[in-house]
């Protein structure tokens, strides 16, 4: 399984794009890249999943290079409600593959 | 609306007492997952099963055991409950089938805060 990297934590003021990057350079050919988001006292939630290239949904947008070593989470004019810790996954996501979790990055939003 | 249901919110137990954790999905999904969380580690899996009576190991099995009978349902259980398994436990589903034209996406209980005295 591909390993990530991202920052342990970012901080934000309400309103601005928050960008955050994972590194996984020992990506695979058949390896999605999938965001999740966690609150406090809550289980984690899909926020985008991509290959290639650029996602885009109503939450966030995902950048992905065409080396595919790394990717960028990008959520615009954040609000305090977006503190959460974010976490990046590699992997197939299909057949018997478990879902791998590292530590996340810690957002936080100040008014 | 697509549920994964974790029968306790919160739980105290005694040390040494055997302990179930039972958790439920009602998506069809063949995957299902075994984390604990602890402040500064993320999540970590403990087991997951991709098909009934299957188990694999995650990261940190030890101390634990999982059951899968049906389906619909993936128990966690603890033995010999110890006070270093005070954690909060999730439990995650997801199926392998391709369902967005990409991979797939996994869903979360609200978590099990267990505490071990």
């Known amino acids: 399984l591909a390993k990530t990297t991202q920052p342990i934590s970012m901080d934000s003021y309400e309103g601005q794009e928050v960008n955050i990057t994972c590194s996984h350079n020992n990506i695979a050919t058949n390896d999605y890249i999938t965001w999740y988001q966690q609150f406090p006292s809550q289980g984690p939630r899909f926020i985008i999943q991509g290959y290639k290239t650029k996602v885009t949904n109503e939450v966030a947008s995902l950048f992905i290079p065409a080396d595919r070593k790394s990717s960028t989470l990008s959520l615009p004019r954040v609000s305090l409600s977006d503190t959460a810790v974010y976490y990046c996954l590699v992997g197939d996501m299909g057949g018997n593959t478990p879902l791998v979790f590292g530590k996340g990055t810690r957002l936080s939003v100040i008014a | 609306d697509v549920k994964v249901t974790q029968s306790s919110r919160y739980l105290v137990k005694r040390t040494g007492e055997k302990v179930f954790l039972e958790c439920v999905q009602d998506?069809?999904?063949?995957?299902m997952f075994w984390y604990r969380q602890d402040p500064g580690l993320g999540l970590r899996l403990i087991y997951f099963s991709y098909d009934v009576k299957m188990k694999e190991k995650g990261d940190i099995p030890e101390g634990y055991s999982v059951s899968r009978e049906k389906k619909e349902r993936f128990s966690l259980i603890l033995e010999s409950a110890s006070t270093n398994q005070t954690s909060m436990y999730l439990c995650a589903s997801s199926s392998p089938h391709d369902t967005t034209g990409g991979g797939t996406e996994a869903f979360f209980g609200q978590g099990t805060r267990l505490t071990v005295v």
């Open positions: 998506m069809d999904h063949e995957n």
